[in-house]
């Protein structure tokens, strides 16, 4: 019967308990969307494949098993071949027929993109049973490429789910009562970063012992690349592949769609469009060129800046050895930003600017180095961009292995310090 593979996915409908085992480590972000709860808007979970989304979830519902009854609340695994042929419509209805909820009822939906028309149900079902929450979780392709932004435009509180920042990592591997006070905090917090570095986001390998990384970073690339992009697009998987892995292997340099073309002999109309599924899945970024022409502004220039989404997936591809530390050290910049909610570009001129924001009262410069010598080309970059902009307000930044303090107006932050700052 299929309310029995309904009862499978709701274990604390017999013991409130085994929530505890599904929870797992909390996140900055779980308690934000904690309180969209008690909103009647739809709350979606969007982003790549394995970066915790439906851990959230889980936690979402640890919390209110605290004060409801547990079976008011329904979790659906939407993969599950129980549900191949089965409406989303028809499982609501099979679980309200059931249950019969006396009061407010909360309804998580997982991997939701599998269903065809979600977006149609998902907004009847908000707009006709108004005592009852949904919050759902999609992959980035899928979401990005249904029509879930038009039919829930005022209906809909989404939240891009990335892999761990700096500080989760921090809290997954050291708990919530770390401190990194005097020398030994401090040699603590830079062996961290550097574990970082090698590691990457993703909890589950977070977690996990370091000989199954490898394995597990393997299957998450593989699962992403066929199951987001070649699945869902009928791209070429040997062409894909192979371009996926020439701009994991170059993270943080530039490229064209000519240089592309010359390293991985795919044609123009190829790239491009592949590009667009690579950014879609998630796994990787295109960060655009920054422009001073008439008005302070990214452009389409037709550089981009690769950078992947997870730094411990770049690394598996590079090989664990790498030694361009420098690139990865740019690259968890680059995804702090992200994660802070900025929206960066670069300059390349002469000289190169790695990261530069604009607001309305500075425009901020950030270089990043990673060796024990900071290189002079660190320092040429702003004065030949600080000198060709004399009526700009410029915050300078350069961000180091281990130099601090200010020499010159510009600020020496060391990267472990960068990524753990309020």
Do not use: C
């Amino acid at each position: 019967m299929l309310i029995d593979s309904i009862w499978d996915w709701n274990p604390w409908w017999n013991d409130k308990e085994t929530i505890k085992v599904l929870s797992g480590k909390l996140r900055e972000e779980t308690e934000q969307i904690f309180h969209t709860l008690n909103e009647n808007n739809i709350t979606i979970l969007s982003g790549m494949r394995r970066s915790g989304k439906t851990t959230i979830m889980y936690q979402l519902i640890h919390n209110l098993l605290e004060n409801n009854n547990p079976k008011n609340i329904l979790f659906l695994g939407l993969e599950d071949p129980s549900f191949q042929n089965i409406g989303i419509d028809k499982l609501l209805s099979e679980y309200r027929t059931e249950m019969d909820p006396k009061s407010r009822s909360y309804v998580f939906l997982d991997e939701v993109q599998i269903k065809d028309g979600w977006e149609r149900i998902i907004r009847k079902e908000n707009d006709i049973h108004r005592d009852q929450k949904i919050v759902v979780t999609g992959s980035s392709s899928g979401l990005i490429s249904g029509n879930y932004a038009t039919l829930l435009t005022g209906r809909n509180l989404t939240f891009h789910i990335h892999p761990l920042s700096f500080r989760n990592y921090i809290s997954f591997r050291e708990g919530e009562q770390i401190s990194f006070s005097g020398t030994r905090g401090k040699e603590r917090l830079d062996s961290l970063s550097r574990n970082y570095l090698d590691e990457g986001g993703f909890p589950e390998v977070v977690l996990q012992p370091e000989e199954l990384r490898k394995s597990t970073l393997n299957q998450y690339f593989n699962d992403i690349i066929h199951r987001d992009i070649i699945d869902q697009y009928s791209v070429d998987p040997r062409k894909i592949m192979s371009l996926a892995g020439f701009l994991m292997l170059n993270v943080g340099k530039v490229v064209t769609l000519s240089s592309l073309r010359r390293s991985v002999g795919l044609s123009y109309d190829a790239i491009r469009d592949y590009l667009i599924y690579l950014k879609r899945s998630g796994l990787l970024y295109l960060m655009p060129e920054f422009s001073f022409s008439d008005k302070p502004a990214l452009k389409d220039s037709g550089k981009q800046k690769i950078y992947s989404a997870d730094l411990g997936m770049a690394r598996y591809i590079q090989g664990r050895h790498s030694s361009d530390h420098g690139r990865f050290a740019e690259n968890a910049v680059f995804l702090d930003l992200v994660h802070r909610g900025f929206d960066p570009g670069f300059i390349q001129r002469g000289k190169e600017i790695d990261f530069v924001i604009s607001s309305p009262k500075k425009i901020s410069l950030i270089n990043v180095t990673y060796g024990d010598r900071i290189p002079n080309r660190e320092y040429e970059g702003f004065k030949e961009i600080m000198g060709s902009n004399p009526k700009v307000n410029f915050e300078p930044i350069l961000i180091t292995k281990n130099q601090e303090g200010s020499l010159d107006g510009i600020d020496h932050i060391p990267l472990s310090e960068w990524l753990v700052r309020d």
